[in-house]
């Protein structure tokens, strides 16, 4: 996440908030309840320090979204549709597909697929009365790929496939990320318009969902629903360790590589899909669900 890498970045230069040239960094509080960190990539300098392609990269932290009140998530998918409206202006002839990432069997990774399932979809409407476009929502379509080791076909090169059937101006995909920080998991959305790489966060990447490869426009959400073991031990053990450096080289030669998930990650994956699909929603329908 860019988020991380900044943090990241300012531990090693033992600061906070320390600017780096070709990076914008805002923050903002919505109604008292959700953090926001607008981060700009605007050179190429700025892509090198912070990893990650120039462009925009909006995360949203919000605590209590698990197993509490719906004032919470009704807060955090209002300022989810207030990020996405910055980047996706509603027109009456918005064309936009939702592309729901990741395996609905694997539940630290089925993020996407129910988000997908949760979105208006409203193609087939523009279809039935040969209509051009309409004040009161967009033309959505939706489209789950699944993933090549159940479809045996690259995920890239599906969509790319429907995309060419939908037409869309911009590919809104859903796809959970991981996270460095175990805390984030379950506080955590992340939105750039840079597209984005399946499967890279666990390190089994996939070919590139970008405007460079679709030929349109490509927004992510994501949200951390993993973590890498070596990490969660060295984070959580660092204050008791004598030699880090040694433990990290010990990990890395004897340690078996797992991804790590929280206990409760059936819930966080239904409240966040119901927190972005509303988003979504009100970003993409203003006149059903203003």
Request: proline letters at 4%; one cysteine or more; a negative charge.
């Amino acid at each position: 996440m860019a988020i991380e890498n900044k943090e990241m970045y300012d531990s090693d230069q033992k600061g906070e908030g320390i600017e780096i040239s070709g990076v914008e960094v805002e923050t903002e509080k919505f109604e008292d309840i959700v953090g926001i960190t607008r981060i700009k990539i605007t050179d190429e300098h700025g892509s090198q320090v912070l990893q990650k392609p120039i462009g925009n990269y909006i995360t949203l932290e919000v605590e209590g979204v698990v197993d509490g009140p719906e004032e919470i998530k009704e807060a955090a998918a209002t300022a989810l549709s207030n990020e996405l409206k910055r980047l996706i202006p509603f027109h009456s002839k918005l064309k936009v597909m939702i592309i729901g990432l990741g395996n609905d069997k694997v539940t630290p990774d089925s993020l996407g697929p129910y988000t997908a399932s949760k979105v208006r979809v409203t193609r087939h409407y523009f279809l039935m009365y040969d209509a051009e476009g309409d004040e009161d929502m967009s033309c959505v379509s939706s489209f789950i790929p699944g993933v090549m080791g159940s479809t045996g076909m690259e995920t890239a090169d599906l969509i790319e496939s429907a995309a060419r059937i939908a037409r869309p101006e911009i590919i809104l995909a859903i796809d959970s990320l991981a996270a460095r920080n175990v805390n984030r998991i379950s506080t955590t959305i992340q939105i750039s318009d840079t597209g984005i790489s399946p499967g890279a966060g666990t390190g089994n990447m996939r070919k590139q969902l970008t405007e460079k490869t679709l030929g349109t426009k490509v927004i992510a959400i994501g949200v951390p629903t993993v973590i890498d073991s070596k990490t969660l031990i060295l984070d959580n053990l660092i204050g008791f360790l004598k030699d880090a450096d040694g433990a990290e080289q010990y990990l890395d030669e004897n340690g078996v590589p797992m991804i790590v998930t929280s206990t409760e990650i059936d819930q966080v994956i239904k409240d966040f899909s119901d927190i972005i699909a509303n988003g979504i929603n009100i970003t993409l329908h203003p006149g059903i669900y203003s």
